[in-house]
Nanobody, 119 residues
Framework: QVQLVESGGGLVQAGGSLRLSCAAS????????IGWYHQAPGKQRELVAS???????NYADSVKGRFTISRDIAKSMVYLEMNSLKPEDTGVYYC?????????????WGQGTQVTVSS
């Protein structure tokens, strides 16, 4: 059973920082990728940052230079450090992980954590 539990959201002023955490069940090496997605009010969920099992990372253009995704292998944790936050960063942030099983890609989502950036 795959479980992803996010935490760390909250209310912050524009220009401030937050660090989101995603606790994953099992070893991070069992996932082919783990990432963070952002869903703004009334909009679709969009990729913010992802980390592959080889350690490579990928970022949305809108967060490059401001957000950093990192992993703590020993703790099975994935973090999203968010700096220079903007009101448009407001929304629910979800942790998503992917595993391969019998050649099929399975994806799992956490319950999300709310981030509100005030102007």
């Amino acid at each position: 059973q795959v479980q992803l539990v996010e935490s760390g959201g909250g209310l912050v002023q524009a220009g401030g920082s937050l660090r989101l955490s995603c606790a994953a069940s099992g070893s991070l090496f069992s996932y082919i990728a783990i990432g963070w997605y952002h869903q703004a009010p009334g909009k679709q969920r969009e990729l913010v940052a992802s980390s592959a099992v080889d350690g490579s990372t990928n970022y949305a253009d809108s967060v490059k230079g401001r957000f950093t995704i990192s992993r703590d292998i020993a703790k099975s944790m994935v973090y999203l450090e968010m700096n220079s936050l903007k009101p448009e960063d407001t929304g629910v942030y979800y942790c998503k992980a992917a595993k391969l099983a019998r050649g099929l890609r399975n994806e799992y989502w956490g319950q999300g954590t709310q981030v509100t950036v005030s102007s």
